[in-house]
């Protein structure tokens, strides 16, 4: 079974930092693309960010977090990040990572583990 597991959020102030992490098993992690989404109270799911698979794809990011997150990947440990750098109010949310149906993104929003929660305030 795919699991995957959110850990780093917390509570930060505007332009602080945080770095998320996704420990990811149960499938080949490697060849999978690998999403985060999130989704604010009362919202609808927002895709944020994908890394194409291998250890060099592709990355691609929402408009509203572009310049300011970075996914990556670490393949030998089959765990996910994200750094998300310069926080705004409107990005607390509950962050998840995102198994892709695929090598390639396709902005997937399922399947994901229990999330993490970010709070800018």
């Known amino acids: 079974d795919v699991q995957l597991v959110e850990s780093g959020g917390g509570v930060v102030r505007p332009g602080e930092s945080l770095k998320l992490s996704c420990a990811a098993s149960g499938f080949t992690f490697s060849r999978s693309a690998m999403n985060w989404v999130r989704q604010a109270p009362g919202q609808r799911v927002e895709w944020v960010s994908c890394?194409?698979?291998?250890?060099?794809?592709?990355?691609y990011y929402a408009d509203s977090v572009k310049g300011r997150f970075t996914i990556s990947r670490d393949n030998a440990k089959n765990t996910l990040y994200l750094q998300l750098n310069n926080l705004k109010t409107d990005d607390t949310a509950m962050y998840y990572c995102?198994?892709?149906?695929?090598?390639?993104?396709?902005?997937?929003?399922?399947?994901r583990g229990q999330g993490t929660q970010v709070t800018v305030s």
């Open positions: 995102v198994k892709g149906r695929d090598s390639y993104c396709a902005q997937d929003t399922a399947p």
């Open positions: 890394m194409e698979s291998g250890s060099g794809g592709r990355t």
